[in-house]
């Protein structure tokens, strides 16, 4: 037997007041006369014998009444095996975590895991008395969870439940049930409750099982949740060969396509939207647990902008990675600025590059007649053959970079290098090198990401140019290329908000055979399309913190909010309502928050709130975590839990709510006890009664 309110059995000391009620005798004896004593020795006699037992009885009668009454205010009961009591108060508090990640679409005997752990939960309150309150968790965290609530709460929450595209870590669900208690214990005294998880207990949100801390003081109940069988297949990723859509060009697009199942998908329908139109299709066939990448080609007609796109797959039942959304971006015209400072062949190295593409607007100036209001438009600086710059120059080239801007230097063989480090932010060195007198190249790393997508395959034996370095001090950034030395040929270094791409050679003939080599070609487009690299992603993953943008004519007191396209249209265009997501300005980019919680996945409008103008589009897609259907079994479960007296887990294959309802009454059920102690209680009062008025006609 146990006690639910121990404090209060300090007033069993209150049963030595019959005690001292007996010792105590305050009625004073009445004097009688009479002649013949010895009688009245004889009678005396016996009526002292009687009335020490009456006041005995009389006394153990009230000493039971007493302690009877105090053990039953302090609500006795015979606890069942499972049952720790330390967490059991008179107002009990228990927390029920309800997992509604899309892993949870899944379906055990064709229900929904989801609707099936949201029935267990519906039976978790009636489980506990009318005083319980109750805190409801769901990966959201929406609404009042900090609290806790009557039972009432918990059907309406569960009546409305959905799926949620937010995944959390089950370590993070549990600190915020232990928080809620812990705030609910400044206001009550004692410490515990109850703990309820209904999870299918994916491994990639519970990796470790070990790393849950079990606290002594709350019971655990684990209802796992698993679907009768794994299968899903998804679209994982897409990607573009060319980071930039050329309008009415074939284009080619790689789609990377995962079974994630057990068993072997034939022939499913993969198909291609643009603008919600059907564009190309495909038929996947996959072994299980297998990923294969499919490539499909398309075509444009729309000449600038961005568009919407969404690669679609037939999968069930789970749903949510079947549709990958996307952007497609029409090539911007790149804005490329020679400035020499006399004509040379290298200037035509330069322009022969970029007049051979319809994407880049290519113009060359020399330093005495340029003018600084073009860098302004320009997203490329080329600074070719330059030997010194004057200070006007100087702070244009920073204030290009501050917005932005990539500047791209072939030094001349007598450029002054404290010019070039105070107009761009870098720290070369000159050296006193003579044409003619060169080192080779190494071929390209291929673990260098800047030439990413350019070689099918690198050789060691690859032919590279000769080149004498005019200048040293280049391995401050990230070296592009490299001399067979080790010394840096071309660097990349970061410099305010824009790049600084810097060559140690100049490009003349008789000091490098650079301008002349394949490689020149596409080192020169990969810096060029790097001044545009914000343009590259595809789509987000709502599990990203940030998205930064770069955009046109940006005003410091601007907002931006996301409108849900539709149909190829914006679902709130009346009402012009849209999600203002937390966003800052930093020169001609803005960078938000990416609101997770109110963003489902799709193709967003960007809209400027003042004027209503959409500057772009972006795409938003579910994180795949929850695509991986690895899940902890039960045995997992109770191997890694077997130790902890406080934590039970409840098998619910197979069982509805009302074999769970029985279950958990058979483990965790008490017998009160308070009732019977109370009887016991009138019990000792009657024979009180009793006892006084047998005595008092004897």
């Avoid at 004889?42 to 039971?64: D, F, G, P, T, Y």
């Avoid at 002349?516 to 993953?541: E, G, R």
């Avoid at 929850?626 to 619910?652: C, P, R």
């Amino acid at each position: 037997m146990q006690f639910l309110n121990p404090s209060l059995l300090w007033a069993l000391s209150l049963m030595i007041i019959p005690v001292i009620i007996h010792l105590f005798n305050f009625q004073r004896p009445k004097k009688v006369l009479f002649t013949n004593v010895e009688f009245l020795k004889e009678v005396q006699q016996m009526s002292k014998s009687r009335n020490r037992l009456k006041h005995i009885l009389i006394m153990l009668a009230r000493m039971a009444f007493i302690g009877l009454l105090v053990l039953a205010f302090a609500r006795p009961i015979l606890p069942s095996q499972n049952l720790d009591v330390s967490s059991i108060s008179a107002s009990q508090q228990v927390s029920i975590y309800l997992d509604n990640s899309f892993s949870l679409q899944n379906e055990q005997d064709n229900k929904r895991l989801l609707d099936l752990g949201a029935t267990y939960a519906q039976t978790i309150p009636e489980l506990f008395p009318k005083s319980a309150t109750f805190q409801f968790l769901d990966n959201s965290f929406e609404g009042n969870t900090n609290f806790f609530y009557p039972k009432t709460t918990i059907s309406d929450r569960l009546s409305t439940i959905d799926f949620s595209g937010i995944n959390r870590n089950f370590t993070e669900v549990y600190k915020k049930q232990l928080r809620t208690f812990e705030s609910k214990l400044n206001q009550s005294t004692g410490k515990g409750g109850h703990i309820f998880w209904v999870s299918d207990f994916q491994k990639n949100i519970i990796p470790n099982l070990g790393e849950i801390e079990f606290d002594s003081a709350y019971n655990y109940y684990v209802l796992p949740v698993s679907p009768t069988q794994t299968s899903n297949l998804l679209v994982d990723s897409v990607w573009l060969e060319n980071p930039f859509v050329q309008p009415n060009a074939p284009q080619n697009i790689t789609i990377r396509v995962r079974n994630l199942g057990t068993e072997t998908i034939e022939n499913k329908s993969l198909q291609l939207f643009i603008d919600n139109k059907q564009v190309s299709a495909s038929v996947v066939s996959l072994p299980a647990q297998s990923s294969k990448e499919v490539e499909m080609n398309f075509s444009v007609t729309k000449t600038e902008g961005t568009i919407s796109a969404k690669i679609s797959i037939e999968d069930y039942p789970v749903l949510f990675d079947n549709d990958y959304f996307f952007t497609l971006r029409i090539a911007p015209k790149i804005n490329i600025l020679n400035i020499f400072e006399k004509k040379s062949e290298s200037q035509t190295y330069i322009k022969n590059v970029f007049t051979n593409a319809d994407f880049f607007v290519f113009s060359a100036t020399s330093t005495q007649n340029l003018d600084y209001n073009v860098l302004q438009n320009t997203d490329l600086v080329v600074l070719d053959g330059i030997s010194s710059i004057d200070e006007t120059l100087q702070r244009t080239l920073r204030k290009f970079l501050s917005s932005g801007g990539n500047v791209l230097v072939f030094p001349a063989s007598t450029s002054k290098a404290t010019d070039f480090n105070s107009a761009l932010g870098i720290s070369v060195r000159g050296t006193n090198a003579e044409a003619g007198v060169g080192l080779s190249l190494l071929p390209p790393s291929e673990n260098e990401p800047f030439f990413e997508g350019v070689f099918e395959q690198i050789s060691p034996s690859m032919s590279m140019p000769i080149a004498t370095s005019v200048w040293s001090g280049l391995s401050s950034g990230q070296s592009i290329l490299k001399f067979r030395n080790g010394q840096p040929f071309l660097m990349r270094q970061q410099t305010a908000e824009g790049n600084v791409f810097v060559c140690a050679a100049p490009l003349e003939e008789n000091w490098s055979g650079f301008g002349k080599h394949a490689l020149f070609v596409p080192t020169m487009y990969k810096i060029a399309l790097s001044s545009l690299s914000q343009a590259d992603l595809l789509a987000y993953n709502l599990e990203e913190q940030t998205a930064i943008l770069s955009l046109d004519s940006l005003q410091k007191n601007s907002v931006f909010e996301l409108v849900l396209l539709q149909n190829n249209s914006t679902t709130n265009q009346n009402s012009n309502q849209g999600i203002i997501p937390a966003q800052r300005i930093s020169g001609n980019k803005i960078i938000f928050e990416i609101p997770r919680s109110s963003l489902k996945a799709g193709v967003y409008e960007l809209r400027n709130k003042q004027t209503q103008k959409a500057e772009t589009l972006l795409a938003f897609n579910y994180s795949r975590k929850e695509s991986y259907l690895d899940f902890h079994t039960k045995e997992e479960l109770t191997k890694a839990w077997a130790e902890k007296s406080n934590v039970q887990i409840f098998s619910l294959d197979g069982e509805d709510a009302k074999d769970f309802v029985t279950t958990f009454k058979e483990q965790n059920s008490t017998i009160p006890l308070w009732r019977y102690f109370i009887i016991a209680a009138l019990v000792a009062v009657f024979v009180e009664i009793i006892l006084a008025r047998v005595f008092s006609r004897a």
